[in-house]
């Protein structure tokens, strides 16, 4: 059921879905979702909300069977825009909404009144008096060995424990069945050599075959400090499972919002790879605008994005320690708030493109743990000589910089193209254009060594699509050798438009000089 209620001169809603899905990247229409069962991982509300103003204000309540709200999601300070779209994010898997089966309503308030309402349902689970998983602890890693306990109730002898891991195109894949160590009827002792940093789901089986509902839990990794100078307050607006944009790849990640100071500083020590890419606020495209990456050396790498263009303080390829400055806190990208919207979004992945599927992290300098600190204020202690943004340090650029920076310009039907080289064994080739001009179009276009083409009208291997900005291709596995990269204008007015390009691989040739027509 939806109600509706505009008026005049107020945000309207013309498309609305509860669904279990939707896109990372763009505001496709989702398939709309009734039936929830305790097992999924969340439930979406969808919406696209028009005739917005600066100032407006959107609420999102998620209210739970017996009328209680569960959950709110806060759109405080919205731009003037014509059309916004926007999702927020129930989880349910583990969590409180899995033992709350019944009919559900999410509902919109719009400056103080009822926008519109969507109801939906979560299934019961039958109630057989089996195991019962309430928590999960664990005692830390120690050489890759992890000892944890799971607490519930009726455990019976010899019991099975489950570890499970979520993977969006399989769902939740059993990684291993474990035999206990030692069984009491409400707790079990388990250890297991060998799970890395990530969300994990624990299900427990008794000799009966009776299974309990899924319980998740985190190994987080360590050795990061919050990206702000030390001694500075900041606020962290959004935490992992975040309502707003948290989830999917982005599940871990953190929004740290400034107070006063606005330098961003690294949080591990390694090599910096800087992606300045010229970006402002963009409320149409869901981008991460200017971004740090820095790669730690260990298999882990620190993303910092929405930083301000022209503000860097590092070069690409750097060696920078932690707290050392990188750039000025900003908006580019998809922020909210009209000439606000400030933040610093921060994730932890094993792999170098910051679109990569983030791992659990704990920022050192906040006891009693970060997820405990949403929403208030926050202050860092990570100190380093380094960490004025007012000034640049030079160091030495890393001979094994993954990524160069390309620039250039073509009008619509004309096109750019350059060579670059991918070394044998890369497991991904990245390969990104951006642009800032408003009412413009590019095409990405890539052709591998041996001339398959990638693009709309090819191979889509890892394309974030023809109507992103930017343009995107993480093409696993690539085969090796000499690439072109090629972009062509598709829409815009009588002069050029400008664009960067980042790519994984290393310049082959000198760019090829755009030319008119179809390649």
Same mark, same amino acid.
């Given at each position: ?309 022209? @503000? ?147 191979? @889509? ?59």
């Amino acid at each position: 059921m939806v109600a509706l209620i505009p008026s005049a001169g107020a945000i309207t809603v013309q498309q609305s879905r509860v669904t279990a899905s939707v896109s990372e990247q763009s505001c496709a229409v989702p398939k709309p979702a009734a039936i929830f069962q305790s097992t999924q991982r969340q439930a979406f509300l969808w919406f696209v909300a028009r005739q917005v103003r600066a100032g407006d204000q959107l609420r999102v309540e998620w209210v739970d069977p017996s009328g209680a709200i569960s959950s709110t999601a806060e759109y405080g300070e919205l731009p003037t825009v014509a059309e916004l779209c926007l999702t927020t994010q129930l989880p349910i898997a583990g969590l409180a909404p899995a033992s709350q089966p019944g009919r559900w309503t999410v509902r919109v308030i719009s400056n103080g009144k009822p926008l519109f309402s969507r109801e939906f349902q979560i299934a019961a689970d039958a109630d057989t008096g089996g195991p019962v998983v309430t928590s999960v602890t664990w005692s830390g890693v120690k050489a890759r060995e992890i000892d944890f306990t799971v607490h519930g109730k009726n455990f019976q002898a010899n019991p099975l424990v489950y570890i499970a891991q979520y993977t969006p195109s399989g769902g939740w894949n059993y990684l291993v069945s474990l035999q206990p160590r030692a069984v009491t009827p409400n707790q079990l002792e388990v250890h297991y050599p060998g799970l890395p940093a990530n969300e994990y789901l624990v299900i427990v089986q008794n000799p009966d075959q009776q299974l309990s509902r899924p319980m998740p839990f985190l190994i987080a990794t360590e050795g990061y400090k919050l990206p702000m100078t030390a001694g500075e307050a900041w606020v962290i607006t959004q935490g992992p499972y975040g309502a707003f944009s948290h989830w999917g790849n982005a599940l871990h990640a953190y929004d740290i919002a400034p107070q006063s100071g606005r330098c961003i500083v690294a949080m591990k020590g390694g090599i910096a790879y800087t992606h300045d890419l010229g970006l402002k606020q963009d409320h149409r495209h869901r981008t991460f605008g200017n971004y740090v990456t820095i790669d730690h050396g260990d298999g882990e790498y620190s993303h910092y994005a929405h930083l301000a263009t022209g @503000t860097f303080v590092v070069e690409n390829g750097q060696r920078v320690e932690q707290g050392q400055a990188l750039a000025i806190v900003g908006n580019s990208g998809y922020t909210l708030g009209e000439g606000g919207g400030y933040h610093v979004h921060v994730s932890v992945t094993r792999a170098l493109p910051i679109s990569s599927s983030s791992i659990p992290f704990e920022f050192e300098d906040l006891p009693g743990g970060s997820r405990r600190n949403l929403n208030r204020t926050v202050v860092s202690t990570n100190a380093s000589p380094l960490c004025d943004c007012r000034e640049r340090h030079p160091g030495a650029v890393a001979r094994t910089s993954p990524g160069r920076q390309f620039s250039g310009q073509v009008s619509v039907a004309q096109w750019w193209s350059e060579l670059v080289s991918v070394a044998k064994g890369s497991k991904t080739f990245q390969v990104t254009v951006a642009w800032t001009v408003a009412n413009t179009d590019l095409d990405l276009h890539l052709v591998s060594p041996s001339g398959r083409h990638y693009g709309w009208y090819g191979d @889509t291997t890892g394309y974030s699509g023809s109507r992103t900005n930017p343009q995107e291709f993480h093409v696993p596995k690539p085969e090796p050798g000499v690439w072109r990269i090629s972009v062509q204008g598709m829409r815009g007015g009588p002069g050029p438009i400008e664009f960067g390009v980042e790519t994984s691989g290393r310049k082959a040739g000198a760019a090829l000089v755009a030319s008119g027509g179809s390649e």
